[in-house]
């Protein structure tokens, strides 16, 4: 349970296999992009109605990207921004992502950037 709101929660880890091999290769901002897309594509599929035993049930994904090095270097700060990422989605309306980025925090309060997709 998350503290925070005492709600059940659940962290996935998902590595994206030759997500490197683009950033070494076409850049940064081809790698944002790909970062974008998955998480895109994850918002569009989980909201999809699934069948369970006990009947057919819909929910969204409210997602927090944080890149690392660029937000942070430990598990922990990498957790902070993904966490603070994850409730501007929310807060912006849910069933959408939001990157953080560092180099948009101010020193009283934490600032998001979101990508635009095209």
């Not at 925070?4 to 901002?29: W, Y």
């Not at 944080?66 to 993904?82: Q, S």
Request: glycine residues 6%; hydrophobic residues 40%.
């Amino acid at each position: 349970m998350t503290e925070r709101e005492e709600k059940p929660a659940a962290l996935l880890f998902i590595d994206r296999d030759g997500f490197k091999r683009v950033n070494d290769t076409l850049g940064h901002a081809a790698g944002d992009e790909l970062l974008c897309a998955i998480a895109q594509k994850i918002v569009d599929r989980v909201c999809k109605p699934c069948r369970l035993s006990s009947g057919k049930v819909s929910v969204s994904a409210s997602i927090g990207v944080t890149r690392c090095p660029f937000d942070g270097k430990t598990v922990k700060e990498l957790m902070v921004d993904a966490d603070h990422a994850m409730y501007a989605a929310k807060a912006a309306g849910k069933n959408r992502f939001e990157f953080y980025t560092a180099e948009f925090a101010g020193t009283d309060s934490q600032r998001l950037y979101t990508p635009q997709l095209v």
